[in-house]
């Protein structure tokens, strides 16, 4: 058996589109046929049905009305697929044979930009990546608002996972044959589709593409890696686009260098943009800060926070701006007022471009434009530089405004295919056919008046059918009245007649011409305004960009003034300091004025590591993070929550806090630990900020003691970081620290007493903490009091018993960070170092021997703590 043609045709456009599910136009439907049907049934819910196809066995079938297809779109696309429209590219009353169809967009979720749908608050990224020798180029483009930008980084799987995590794309190109290692690490991590695609898409006429594109662009300049990557990039936006789109004008090249670097794990743990356990806004810093008015202001506030600055003019620039619209209450409240009526320009310019915009949307476009000059008025008063510049380079596009007012009507249609767009005296051709349509209409409707004089015939009517056209209707009651030869019989009914005349076919003829050549007519003025604004796409998306910015500045202000937050002072290097300062997430979700304020003072010398002890709950993390988020916000030009703030810039922030496993890669919380701790040692430098939580916890008690101690030692010894450093840590033996390793200083998390139970007072004050408050933490947990009970006899026991060897580890403690100044020269100096080791009481020869042989000028600190473990346990087996 023969294929039919139609399903020839079908198989055709679907085997160059083998990745897609192909929307195939038939009629007034997008039909879906074999594989691609039952997806679509189970993924859209449909009923699968069946079409005779040529073959022995039906072809599972299934469909959705065309003029619906936006909502089942996104729902494909959503879940990761990519779907191909199939459009019938003739009229199928002119086609000769089977109409003629073909794919004229691919939408992928890389590629998606139907706002109605995207989120208005983040940007819809797709991103290449091109690798070749030690390095990575790392290209993002947002096809809805033309935004498209590039990096150059080491090829290095932490270094890519950073730079995807702050953009968080939904679709990555990449070249076949990628490493597994890599591979496997962007999909365990990011729920992104991946499309592989040969090396030369990304090489072939990569220069002459880009310089066609981005024709204002120094593309020369480009490292030949980058200009790789973005061709890649725009290929795969422009084939599946089928278009140019003119609003993708502009490439910009970014070091990462350039911001403050915070890793994927640092980005997870201090929430910035959306909460560690839901992945929801509500509960992260994007949802403390973002008070902004429009979608645009919304999405760059999203973006200063995944990329805070480390040069200080413009961090201060932001600053003084921001303090500028606080001192100016009434001119914030005036620009809010005006920001609050502007579109989504960005997303309306990207319609413009891609040819979907509508009349309504120029509208909005209009109305946007509207409130431009306004905002400009107001921004002429203020002074701070920042604010003078964008006030100088704010376009308020009115020669664009004035072409939109003087074609669009008010109420447009919402099809541009349906006329009813197009205002009176725009044009004259479509003023004439108004009138020969408004004429007809009236003739035609004065025709049923004037026949029911004539006839007598009080029941006959004019009506319009789309078969007949227009007719007389008349009851057979009535035939008798009918004068002779009056009328045509044009069609017989079971209860009437259906008559023309001559005249009347002569009015339809020019009625309907009249309307079909005004649809035809509109639509192309229409496009010719469409194009004569696209003409100013790089103005309208300048003007976008600083209304973006001021709106920023606004949420910023207002932001600042209802929590009360302080001006920080920015330095480009020395002490971070911070009086009484917040957390500016947890201060919002509890009670007003209960959150209990915190000083800081870090340097790179006396105070470089504060060690931080106390028990769980008491607000350690807590404390700590709030310090890793004011240093951010300042970064981005933010006022902080804190009532003195003095901020040296700081190149990176690291973060080791909570237990996370990796069991899908085979890790185990303590190993996903040590690779974080790892990570933040080869990576922080003098300028970096290090939180680290719990280090060594994961493991046997002096396992996790050592791997602690060695940490601090390193962080503190290594030339190459001696950073600012919080640590928190549960090892109270580390307190001993202090005053042994330069820099160490001991701090605690303030708690009382009261009887049995315990009262965290969430003050960090100076000196270590004393007590775990273990048993106490866990009563409060709700862990039944019998347990509780006989956990503090078991405690009282083990006490007891290790009361014996406590100042004797005390000592020994002492003995590792005392660096004694000569070697041990004798045995009986040996017997000394044995009696602080205090197990005078051994008796054992062989164990005597074994303490007098150990060299501790050359052992490591771990290796000491291994070596002290062994011999308590034999002493204790004794």
Known sequence: MA??????????????????????????????????AEIASRELELVLTGRDCGLEKRAPMCGIPYHASSSYINKLVTKGYKVAICEQLEDPSEAKGIVRRDVIKIITPGTYSDSSFLEDTRNNYLMSLYIESDNAALCFADVSTGDFQCTLVKHEISNILDEISKFLPKEIILVEGIPDRLLNSITERFSILITKTDKKYFIADALENLKTQFKDCSIEGFDSILQKGANGLLKYIMETQ?????????????????YLSIDINSRRNLEITETLKDKSKKGSLLWVLDKTNTAMGARLLRKWLEQPLIKKDKIVDRLDAIEEIMNNYQLYEDLKLNLKDIYDIERLVGKISSKSVNAKELLALKASIEKIPRIKELLSNFKSNLLKGIYHNLDCLQDVYEVIHKSIIENPSFSIKEGGIIKNGYNEEIDELRRAKTNGREWIASLEHQERDVTGIKSLKVGYNKVFGYYIEVTKSNFGSIPENRYIRKQTLA???????????EIEEKVLGAQEKLIELEYSVFVEIRDLVEKQIDRMQNSAKLISEVDCLCSLALVAKENNYCKPEIKAEGELVIIEGRHPIVEKVIPRNSFVANDTHLDNESKQLILITGPNMAGKSTYMRQVALINILAQIGSFVPAKKASIAICDKIFT??????????GKSTFMVEMWEVSNILKNATKNSLIILDEVGRGTSTYDGLSIAWSVIEYICSNEKIKCKTLFATHYHELTSLEGKINGVKNYSVAVKKVQNDIVFLRKIIEGGADESYGIEVAKLAGIPEEVTNRAKEILHTLESKGKKYEDSKEASIQNFVEEPKQKVENTKNSKKTIKQVGFIDIEKENILNELQAIDILNMTPMEGFNKLYDIIKRVKSL
């Open 3 to 36: 294929l039919t043609p139609m399903m020839q045709q079908y198989l055709e456009v679907k085997e160059k589109n083998k990745e897609c599910i192909l929307f195939f136009r038939l009629g007034d439907f997008y039909e879906m046929f074999f594989e691609d």
């Open 242 to 258: 089928k278009i140019v789109l003119s609003h993708i004008n502009q490439i910009s090249f970014y070091n990462s260098y350039d």
């Open 495 to 505: 209860n009437c007649e259906r008559y023309i005349t001559p005249e009347l076919k």
């Open 656 to 665: 080791r806090i909570g237990a996370s496993d990796d069991l899908a890669g």
